[in-house]
């Protein structure tokens, strides 16, 4: 069955990026000229799917607003001839059919997914975080859809990380099938560096099978008191094959401030219109820096 459906989760209350996240949602801080969450709407539309769920809290109505039309803002940029920008501002509402439910208690990523139930129904579905900013030639969806196409198992992004930063991340252990395709044998949330079992790192993008869901619903609470996806997910590895992904591109971290630093700089370098003027700037800052 093709994957036509994808959920966001966007409930958490991002308290890395403190106080700029007290009046807004994380997913909404600007990168450039356009807020997180749709650099990971477009990979998800680019890879073909035609239905989002986000998966919403308190304090996040800006999401919605924001993928919504917006008919004075329109009715404005018409009436000032404005023609580029009004076009511009249309597409956003018009790029895929959004829906939304509201994660009522802070129960972590697990949680998440299962207030989704009723939107997946029976069908394979994707997962995409909000924070997670991939910069691929081909989507990194894409990539993972290729993988369940051939095999018809829950697929898992993975990143090659650092050993000393493999603790922030759920880690797999799993054996090489083919090209950059893994089958995964084992997996631990969030390991200290010497448990770890390998240095590939689950990072935010998933595709699921609705086998997940009943696992989920008995799931009891794991680190942090919250229900993780991936402890969820390594019951299914009982039942269930389950594969691995190492998607081409380059992923930003925007969860982290540093990583949110990079990703402008690196996106900001890609865009026609800043790359000369911004990267003279940036070699001169440097350069008085290192006087």
Partial sequence: MRVKKAVFP????????????????????????????????????AAGIEQILFVTGRGKRSIEDYFDIAFELEAMLY????????????????????????????????????????????????????????????PCLSQLLDVYNKYCGTVLALEQVPMENISAYGCVK???ISGQTF??????????????????????????????FPILENQEPGRGG?????????????????????????????????????????MALKRKEFNGKFRSFLKQRIGECEQ
């Fill in 183 to 212: 089958e995964v044998v084992d997996m631990v949330e969030k390991p200290k560096q010497e448990e770890a079992p390998s240095d590939l790192a689950i990072i935010g993008r998933y595709v699921l099978t609705p086998d997940i």
């Fill in 79 to 138: 009436e000032k001839g404005k023609d580029a920008e009004l076009s511009q501002v249309r597409k956003i509402a018009e790029m895929v059919k959004i829906f939304y439910v509201r994660q009522q208690h802070a129960l972590g990523l697990g949680h998440a997914i299962l207030c989704a139930r009723e939107f997946v129904g029976d069908e394979p579905f994707a997962v995409l975080l909000g924070d997670d900013i991939i910069d691929a030639e081909r």
């Fill in 10 to 45: 966007v409930a958490g209350l991002g308290t890395r990026f403190l106080p700029a996240t007290k009046s807004s949602p994380k997913e909404m801080l600007p990168l450039i000229d356009k807020p997180l969450v749709h650099y990971v709407v477009e990979e998800a539309v």
């Fill in 226 to 266: 919250e229900i993780q996806l991936t402890d969820a997910i390594h019951k299914l590895l009982a039942e269930k094959a389950v594969y691995g992904c190492l998607f081409n591109g380059i992923r930003h971290d925007c969860g982290d401030k540093f990583g949110f630093l990079k990703a402008t700089v690196d």
């Fill in 174 to 176: 799993a054996n090489l």
